[in-house]
């Protein structure tokens, strides 16, 4: 079940405007993946050649537009409608170069087909294959042996071989058959033909429970697994069914191993023949061999399913790229789902260490493995010599079986050995060329560079950087922390990965602002905690950046905002608006505001008499945000609920950033997707764009559904959850130093978000 993913590539300038592209010939379509582990969906195609490729939504729908050819205008409009977000011709132009081209999906109109295109090189897979039964005589037999994975059959069977076992071990004369095998060992030679026939059958189990499921199986063949012979069924098909039919199908086999055994044990209770019952023993260890999840046995593709990774060791890299300190999580492992993150980890710190082991073992042993082979067949010639001259024709065949048997597994062993040779070469090759400086003179067609002219020292060269080395980062938190503080600061193991993240969001978070910036903290349902995310993130604001931050409760219905960090203070938004021609200081102003003692976030209360707070409008607020701009970097206004009402309308005329509160329920994320088709419908898309969307977990354990998180990532700029927190419930005075570390964080992610916007449109 070899699958292409969508990862190569490769630099290539950007078309003309008017290039076309067409598909490739043959494709076909087999849709998204089901039960995918991936955060985003993703889709199969299949070539011409039956290599399946798995493709992102946005290649996917790129590879379908192409068709039939139009110029890269069009294609580009088509594609950027069904995304949903803008692509741009020379986006397009990359996309197809750099991905699909190499793949061999998109060519250039009136160019013809590639003859050779990336292909799947799975690690510890099949090498020298061949086919056994072509793709239609198996799926013809598929149809017709589909129905014996009826439920009720397989339960029978899984019932019949207990009890077929119990009467094997019970009535089975187990060493007169090891008896007669040693007594006649040309018995051996048709106890290989059965389980020969049996692994036969095996792989016709995979492509019926392939079928049974709905999909289509391929060719049965062979081919060299690691030193052994080995059969495989092309079943990437069922990639396209649901999670349970690709398990089914990655059980099938052994589900017709167990029948199988049972015609094996009846004949054996019919006849007595010990070559039946060692047979039906000896497919019985081989069914245990298969459930070894460590290599490409049936036991892994279960566990692949299980987690929704077509392949699981092609993470093996990036996992382990992942875990080295001080690196970046590599983008095969962000794109897994939290679970899904952690299982293929775990499987990848639990494989690795085993492999390495055996590989080390066998090559260690090597040589005297290969001695002893040599040996072997010079002794299989000697009993092919004596049978040849008695004619003893049972005796000839299995001296030319043993031999074969004795030079498969040497024959792979160098294979094996051969090609990590050689895939190491291509590594140490990469690596070399990427560290090689860039050549001069006629090598590269260029002339050499000139020497840089002599420069004037002057004191603006006397820097920190002349004078001292940049400190090595010192851990805060954790184990390390507690290294760095222990050994006296003499040993520093540096930041861990989550930590050095937070260091970027706080960098990004201090994004210096020209003037000031206006954020309008708003939903159009009630009870969504969009009070405490305006807290939440003024809070954070204030203690990261240093600047002064103000939140304005905007609620014309008499929010509790300025509750939440002091006590009640007798002036409001009213008092304000009434004092704004006297108000001629920042001095003058505080004393209208109230401050949390921790954060040192300023908060502007409204009035709690409604009818007042009915009266603010549109210019009143206009008036109050005037004012403001002359005294605070960040401005938050926690708006009331709903859009329609006139003062909201004015804040969002006055917004240079959006931070939109939903619940993480349908009901929330629909709330939430009909007032940014307001924003878009009444002029207000480029706020749309800059948007954050803040998923408010209302209760433990609560997440997004995938499709809501995904349609808020494709028309908003960040879409960030956070998690529930019992710090948050009560609704009364809210220390943040008493959040947990998780929604800290969450929080800190969600000001990066709305900082990365502070370069933009800033008001001076």
């Known amino acids: 079940m070899d699958l292409t993913t969508a990862d190569h590539r490769r630099t290539a300038p950007p078309p003309a405007t008017g290039q076309r592209w067409r598909q490739a010939r043959g494709l076909q379509f087999l849709g998204p993946v089901q039960g995918s582990g991936l955060k985003d969906p993703a889709f199969l195609v299949r070539r011409v050649d039956d290599q399946v490729v798995q493709l992102s939504e946005l290649l996917h729908l790129v590879v379908r537009a192409v068709e039939p050819p139009r110029p890269a205008e069009q294609v580009a409009d088509d594609v950027s409608r069904a995304y949903g977000r803008n692509l741009t011709v020379d986006g397009l132009a990359h996309l197809v170069t750099s991905r699909l081209e190499p793949l061999g999906l998109v060519v250039p109109d009136e160019a013809p087909d590639p003859t050779r295109a990336v292909r799947a090189r799975p690690l510890l897979a099949l090498t020298a294959k061949g086919t056994l039964v072509p793709a239609q005589v198996v799926d013809r037999a598929a149809a017709w042996l589909a129905p014996l994975f009826w439920p009720p059959v397989v339960a029978i069977a899984l019932v019949s071989l207990v009890v077929a076992d119990v009467a094997l071990l019970t009535r089975g004369d187990f060493w007169g058959a090891v008896g007669e095998l040693f007594a006649t060992p040309t018995i051996a030679l048709l106890i290989y033909a059965l389980l020969t026939a049996s692994a036969v059958v095996h792989e016709l189990g995979h492509a019926a429970a392939c079928r049974y499921g709905g999909a289509r199986p391929g060719e049965i063949g062979f081919g060299l697994y690691l030193v052994f012979p080995a059969f495989y069924t092309d079943v990437t098909d069922s990639y396209r069914i649901g999670r349970v039919g690709r398990v089914r199908t990655d059980l099938g086999g052994l589900h017709f191993n167990v029948l199988t055994v049972l015609a094996l044990a009846g004949a054996y209770l019919a006849t007595g023949s010990g070559v ?132 498969l597994p040497i024959l792979g062993a160098v294979l094996a050995f051969w090609r990590l040779g050689t895939t190491l070469v291509l590594l140490a090759r990469a690596r070399l060329a990427a560290r090689a400086p860039e050549p001069y003179g006629d090598s590269a067609g260029l002339a050499a560079p000139a020497p840089d002219p002599p420069t004037v020292v002057s004191a603006a060269d006397f820097t920190d950087a002349v004078m001292y080395a940049a400190p090595a980062p010192v851990p805060r938190q954790g184990w390390r922390s507690a290294v760095y503080r222990g050994s006296g600061h003499l040993v520093n193991p540096g930041p861990s990965l989550p930590e050095q993240r937070l260091r970027e969001l706080e960098r990004r978070l201090r994004t210096p602002v020209e003037g000031s910036r206006r954020v309008v903290v708003m939903s159009r349902k009630g009870g969504v905690g969009k009070t405490t995310i305006t807290l939440a993130l003024g809070s954070t604001f204030a203690l990261l950046r240093g600047d002064r931050v103000i939140a304005v409760d905007a609620n014309p219905d008499a929010g509790n905002l300025a509750h939440r960090v002091a006590p009640p203070h007798d002036r409001t938004v009213t008092d304000v608006l009434r004092d704004l021609d006297g108000i001629e200081t920042y001095a003058a102003l505080r004393r209208y505001t109230s401050q949390a003692v921790e954060s040192r976030l300023e908060v502007l209360a409204s009035d709690d008499d409604p009818g007042i707070g009915m009266a603010l409008a549109r210019d009143d607020y206009h008036r109050l945000i ?32 959006v931070v939109l509160v939903v619940r993480a329920g349908l009901d929330g994320g629909r709330a939430g997707a009909l007032t940014l088709d307001w924003m878009d419908q009444h002029g207000f898309d480029d706020l749309v764009a ?8 209302e209760r433990r354990g609560s997440e997004p559904p995938e499709p809501m998180r995904r349609h808020f990532e494709k028309r908003c700029a960040r879409v960030v959850t956070v998690p529930w927190d019992d710090a948050l419930e009560p609704g009364a005075l809210t220390d943040m130093s008493s959040l947990h570390r998780r929604t800290r964080d969450a929080l800190v992610d969600i000001a990066a978000a709305v900082a990365d916007n502070f370069s933009v449109g800033g008001t001076p």
Do not use: C, K
């Open 626 to 657: 005037g004012l403001l701009d002359r005294f605070y970097n960040v401005i938050l206004l926690d708006t009331g609920t709903g859009i329609l009402d006139s003062a909201n309308q004015g804040l969002l005329t006055e917004a240079d950033q």
């Open 276 to 407: 039946l019952l060692l047979t039906a023993l000896v497919l019985q260890l081989q069914m245990l061999q298969q459930l070894i999840p460590v290599v490409r046995f049936d036991g892994y593709y279960v566990l692949s399913d299980l987690a929704g990774v077509p392949d699981l060791f092609a993470r093996v890299g990036p996992v382990l790229r992942s875990l080295r300190p001080g690196h970046p999580v590599d983008p095969r492992v962000s794109e897994l789902r939290p679970r899904t993150r952690r299982f293929v980890t775990a499987w990848v710190l639990v494989v690795v260490p085993l492999l390495v082991a055996a590989l080390g073992w066998a090559g260690w042993y090597l040589p005297e493995f290969l001695e002893r082979g040599r040996e072997g067949v010079r002794l299989q010639q000697l009993v092919f010599d004596v049978a040849w001259e008695r004619r003893d024709w049972s005796a000839m065949a299995l001296a030319v079986v043993s031999i074969a048997l004795l030079l």
């Open 690 to 697: 800059r948007t954050v969307v803040v998923v408010n977990a």
